[in-house]
């Protein structure tokens, strides 16, 4: 599809950067535009991709349908969402807390869910659209210190892919992404969040700039997931393996808390 208008939200970050840039190179008369709750960062990310800056905290949820028809009363409605924002945190469950667990649940379940929500009904109208969904490794496998994260991108990758199968014959396309760790500030904070040996200093790490090439490659030829790097691809294939279960337990990281 030629997409007119393209929204991503962790617009700011590393990957929603990335993606950024290989839809304008791809579409240069596409409005793109960038959401994140950094102003700064996002000004910057704006800039660079020729983009439109929307600001936004996605953990209010019940302000997202009034943000949403603000937001398509001055730029047309989206005919791509990408859900990219997520922040991650290793930290045990009696350690988190209701109140950092439940901001987790909302920016990497909820949020996206609420957006796909407010999207659909013009992409249902116009027989036509994509919906990329960022989701996690971390909710294939189970990972210690990630009862929330993980928790929430397994709900968000097994949303996505019923998704997928209830829209594909309205011409909307969903696409769920299963990342490993990636190089950005989301890995770097979680990496700071455990105990420093083999498993967190050589665990598999992919780049940005990849994973997205990946991501818009599957878009073009209206793919449905894409796993990277490809090492977890066996991850995923196994997950509900006894075994898989078991090397997590040894191989995970400790949390610091």
């Known amino acids: 599809m030629n997409p007119q208008h ?26 793109i535009t960038l959401v ?5 960062a996002l ?4 800039d660079t991709h020729g983009a439109r800056a929307e600001v936004c905290d996605l953990t209010d949820i019940d302000a ?38 439940k901001r987790l649940l909302d920016i990497n379940f909820t949020a996206p869910m609420r957006l796909m929500d407010l999207a659909l009904p013009a992409m249902q109208q116009a027989q ?23 928790g929430a991108k397994a709900g968000i990758g097994l949303a996505s892919e019923i998704a997928r199968l209830d829209l594909r014959r309205q011409g909307i396309n969903v696409i769920t992404v299963y990342p490993g760790p990636i190089h950005s500030g989301l890995e770097s904070h979680a990496r700071a969040q455990v105990k420093k040996g083999p498993v967190s200093r050589y665990i598999p790490t992919g780049k940005p700039d990849v994973l997205a090439e990946r ?16 090492i977890y691809g066996l991850a995923k294939q196994v997950a509900n393996l006894n075994l898989t279960h078991r090397a997590m337990d040894f191989f995970s990281p400790q949390p610091h808390q």
């Open 128 to 150: 036509r659209g994509c919906v990329i969904n960022v989701a996690s490794m971390a909710g294939r496998v189970p990972i210690r210190g990630c009862s929330y994260y993980g």
């Open 36 to 40: 994140d709750l950094n102003a700064d």
């Open 215 to 230: 991501i818009y490659r599957t878009f073009r030829k209206q793919g449905a997931r894409v796993i990277y790097p490809d």
């Open 6 to 31: 393209i929204l991503i939200t962790g617009g700011a970050g590393a990957i929603g950067g990335q993606l950024a840039a290989r839809f304008r190179r791809h579409h240069p008369d596409a409005a």
């Open 64 to 101: 997202l349908p009034t943000w949403w028809q603000s937001l398509t009363d001055r730029h047309g409605p989206v005919d791509v969402l990408v859900n990219c924002a997520g922040i991650m945190d290793i930290i045990s469950i009696a350690g988190t807390g209701w109140e950092r667990g």
């Open 43 to 46: 000004a910057r990310a704006a």
